[in-house]
């Protein structure tokens, strides 16, 4: 008597591929989250944009830092922003400062984060990459302000502010 494989070689096949499409799926996911962490580490804090965010930083050290200060503190507001320097600098070398570095939003908050992050999750006027960008910052300056800057390249760096 002669046996019938015709249906165990169809079934042994739609096994094998299942089995196949699942582990490519698995590796499809783990790619995607890789290459999300990866462009958000070309994004985020690079050596360019942290030197540049420094190179404001100290303008407003050496210049306009308590009047940057007494705004975030006035009517406990969560930030300030800076990035029209009409608000506190009457010459024009803040506003060639911000064009040269390539600054599109420049914001000086508290340190802990908590009231930009509150302040942008209920009314965010900026962009989707920053609120991103601020959610994603870990790193808490307890007691100082942080300057938080977004550049025309969809770059972005957060620096102590030094007073």
């Known amino acids: 008597m002669k046996k019938n494989i015709k249906g165990f070689t169809l079934i042994e096949t739609l096994i094998v591929s299942t089995f196949v499409t699942g582990v490519l799926v698995y590796l499809f996911t783990q790619f995607v989250t890789l290459k999300n962490g990866y462009d958000r580490t070309l994004r985020y804090n690079t050596v360019e944009s942290i030197y540049k965010a420094l190179n404001l930083d100290r303008y407003l050290t050496g210049i ?3 009047t940057v200060i007494s705004e975030v503190n006035k009517n406990n507001l969560a930030y300030a922003d800076i990035s029209d320097c009409s608000k506190f600098d009457s010459s024009s070398y803040c506003g060639v400062l911000m064009s040269s570095l390539d600054v599109k939003i420049a914001i000086v908050t ?3 984060l908590e009231g930009l992050k509150a302040a ?3 009314n965010n006027p900026y962009s989707e990459g920053l609120y991103q960008f601020v ?4 790193r808490v300056s307890e007691d100082g302000y942080k300057l938080i800057v977004e550049y025309n390249d969809n770059t972005f760096a957060s620096v102590n502010l030094s007073i």
Do not use: I
């Not at 959610?135 to 870990?138: C, G, Q, V």
């Open 135 to 138: 959610k994603r910052d870990n």
């Open 120 to 122: 942008l999750k209920n």
């Open 110 to 112: 508290k340190g802990d």
């Open 64 to 66: 306009e830092a308590r």
